[in-house]
């Protein structure tokens, strides 16, 4: 025990430049979890990029534990959080899914998805029971190979190094596999979106599909750093890289804040400009999955999901396009409900029941507005359309 504690002590303290760069990305790694967790709902998809950004911080803590030396004080963890390097790739695409396809993540459907991540800690379980020194040695083999080795207990067993000698190639596997499946999903979501090119604000699938790139840069890195050093002496450069991919994802995150917007500098009854807003961006977010189909779509509820003041809302559309707020949902629901009654697809739905397939609450409403914008019922309609046939 002595001279096992002996080679612990001769083990270096390190702090560089380096170190205190990985350390403020870990800081605010964690820092940022802890307000995606306070802030956000369980069942959102931002819930699952703070567990991928909280999976992200505790492995950079430990290669940044064993960087700087401090691992020879909690050397029974040393190699841990190996299980949760498999989980990175896998969340980055949960978070991706959830996003683009507006679908929650289920366990019970995408269990196979975790299945290595679970599986690799039982392969593992002797590494975990073998005595310190074991531990200590595989540290000063990767990390410090010009200090002695200790003596390990003659009954120790190393079965559990053949699954460990692939890890690397696992986690390669993972991150190709997973940067495919959600590429797949950028490019599919990217067909069907409608996103003006005046729109400034970083929208859901620009997010995306910058991760997409940082996922590529970053499986590089790791590809280059495998093939350039044994062990994880080299992984503080991919730890460098995932720090700077979190200061960037902050930087995304506060220009999203609404601390920015003049809704939320201004007081309650105060007037706002109508320059705060433009009506490609009011035009996007209702046609985005068909929002203005919704029979519960209001005002209120737009001017929320712009994060802007009503008033703002009201004054772009009537000065845009000279139309109050619900004549201007009501045309483009007219417009769908032209189509499907014409549609043999709705040709079992009554009058009535399409009306409400694109929002209208009522019969009345339906008719009323209809009339207003195409001058006839929709009966009228439907007649005079057959007749040119």
């Known amino acids: 025990m002595e001279h096992l ?100 993540f289920n366990l019970k459907k995408h269990w196979p998805h975790i299945l290595v991540p679970l599986l690799y800690p039982i392969t593992q379980i002797g590494y975990f029971l073998n005595p310190l020194s074991v531990k200590l040695n595989a540290y000063l083999d990767a990390y410090h190979p010009s200090i002695s080795m200790v003596q390990v207990p003659e009954n120790v067993t190393y079965h559990y190094q053949i699954i460990k000698d692939e890890f690397r190639w696992l986690v ?19 067909k069907n979106r409608k996103i003006s090119a ?70 309650r009854y105060e007037t706002l400009t109508v320059d705060s807003l433009d009506i490609e961006r009011i035009e996007s977010t209702i046609m985005e999955d068909s929002y203005f189909l919704s029979p519960e779509l209001s005002l209120k509820r737009l001017s929320e999901r712009l994060e802007v003041n009503s008033n703002v809302v009201s004054k772009t559309i009537n000065s845009e396009l000279q139309l109050n707020f619900n004549d201007y949902i009501n045309q483009k629901r007219v417009r769908v409900a032209q189509e499907r009654l014409l549609s043999a697809d709705f040709a079992h739905l009554t009058v009535e029941a399409i009306g409400n397939s694109v929002g209208f609450n009522s019969k009345s409403a339906f008719y009323t507005a209809f009339k207003k914008f195409v001058g006839l019922s929709p009966s009228a309609f439907v007649k005079q359309k057959k007749a040119l046939k």
């Open 172 to 190: 390669l596997l993972s991150f190709a596999i997973y940067l495919g499946l959600s590429i797949r999903l950028v490019l599919n979501s990217r």
């Open 5 to 104: 504690e002996a080679i612990i002590d001769q083990i270096p303290i390190r702090h560089n430049l380096v170190s205190h760069f990985m350390f403020l990305g870990i800081s605010q790694a964690y820092f940022l979890t802890i307000i995606i967790f306070l802030r956000s709902k369980a069942s959102s998809p931002i819930r699952i990029f703070g567990w991928s950004l909280l999976f992200q911080a505790i492995v950079c803590t430990d290669t940044y534990l064993c960087y700087t030396g401090l691992m020879k004080y909690t050397l029974q963890w040393n190699d841990s959080t190996e299980f949760l390097v498999l989980m990175i790739a896998p969340s980055i695409y949960f978070f991706t899914y959830a996003l683009l396809e507006r679908r929650p």
């Open 198 to 267: 005046k729109q400034i604000r970083v929208d859901k699938y620009a997010f995306t599909r910058n991760t997409m790139v940082f996922l590529v840069l970053l499986l590089t890195l790791i590809f280059v750093v495998y093939l350039n050093f044994e062990d994880d002496a080299g992984d503080h450069y991919i730890v460098l890289s995932m720090t700077t991919i979190t200061y960037i994802s902050s930087f995304f995150i506060l220009s999203e804040s609404r601390f920015f917007e003049n809704s939320w500098l201004a007081d």
